[in-house]
């Protein structure tokens, strides 16, 4: 089994920063892409950004030149670092690790930007 934890999540103001962490244990030989998710209010699930095991990064749109994911494969560990933070980006956010082809999801930390 693999248990992923977010951390990081709190309150900030428009424009603020957060970084937030995300370490997978358990059963883990290796782990292939690794991304964030996040669901606002009312809103479906969406991709925030995924990085692959070589390093190779994407985001969302909304979230391109703001947002920066990152990895530490020693650590089993994801990030994402969120500058000029706006309100609308205001959700609860998942990690995600694909482990020998599953996906495995945290259970969510909770980001909310004030105006």
């Known amino acids: 089994q693999v248990q992923l934890v977010e951390s990081g999540g709190g309150l900030v103001q428009a424009g603020g920063s957060l970084r937030l962490s995300c370490e997978a244990s358990g059963n883990i030989p290796s782990i292939n892409a690794m991304g964030w998710y996040r669901q606002a209010p009312g809103m479906q699930r969406e991709l925030v950004a995924v990085i692959s095991s070589g390093g190779s990064t994407k985001y969302a749109d909304s979230m391109q030149g703001r947002f920066t994911i990152s990895r530490d494969n020693a650590k089993n560990t994801v990030y994402l670092q969120m500058n000029s933070l706006k309100p609308e980006d205001t959700a609860v956010y998942y990690c995600?690790?694909?482990?020998?082809?599953?996906?495995?999801w945290g259970l969510g930390t909770l980001v909310t930007v004030s105006s």
């Open positions: 995600n690790a694909n482990v020998w082809g599953m996906d495995n």
